[in-house]
């Protein structure tokens, strides 16, 4: 709860800290008939796997486009011993860029500034990096039809209400909901009335 309250450049960056220091490759958990806690996702060296994957990448520098078979071959030959395990350097190559490309550190097969920050909580974030992340918006638009358009990020506060008030048709940068009578009973529901919902 503390964690949705704070900045988006915090949030994202006690993620990809979490993220680079699992034992797990999240990627494989998300396979077909794999769980997202499931033991398939287990392996002890993933974080010194994904910190010599993303090594390789960062070390080529920001926006290099990189190929993934060059990848392979440099975890090949900095870990020789992964080639007669029961997970390959390709698999294992493949896993870490998807996961990466999650969290922004890889965007377009090329590895991304952001990269320099993943697992290093130490070091300061360059104020051009964190400016890019948008700013949240407590404002939204209403339409005719019955929709509501937020024209970037909410804030915690406003997103909880609002998703208690309607029905999220799409997220990303922006987001659009659909208020309904079964939206609106769901708030009823919370002990709203509709004296609150006008007023909100």
Do not use: K, N
């Not at 339409?143 to 915690?156: C, E, I, K, N």
């Not at 922006?174 to 919902?197: E, K, M």
């Amino acid at each position: 709860d503390a964690w949705l309250t704070d900045p988006a450049p915090d949030r994202w960056r006690l993620v990809a800290d979490a993220w680079w220091a699992a034992p797990r490759l999240f990627a494989r958990s998300a396979l077909a008939g794999a769980h997202a806690l499931g033991p398939e996702g287990d392996l002890p060296a993933a974080a010194d796997l994904r910190a010599s994957v993303l090594g390789s990448a960062t070390e080529a520098g920001a926006g290099t486009i990189i190929h993934p078979a060059d990848l392979v071959a440099s975890l090949r030959w900095q870990r020789p011993r992964l080639v007669t395990g029961p997970i390959g350097p390709a698999e294992v190559t493949a896993w870490t860029w998807r996961e990466a490309t999650w969290l922004g550190l890889v965007a377009l097969d090329a590895v991304s500034t952001f990269a320099e920050l993943a697992g290093r909580p130490d070091r300061p974030w360059p104020s051009d990096l964190r400016e890019l992340f948008p700013a949240p918006v407590e404002t939204i638009m209403i339409q005719a039809d019955l929709t509501a358009v937020a024209a970037g990020p909410l804030s915690h506060g406003v997103a909880a209400d609002l998703r208690l008030l309607a029905d999220q048709e799409s997220r990303g940068a922006a987001g659009v909901f659909r208020f309904s009578a079964g939206s609106l009973h769901r708030a009823y529901d919370r002990g709203w009335s509709a004296v609150d919902v006008h007023r909100w």
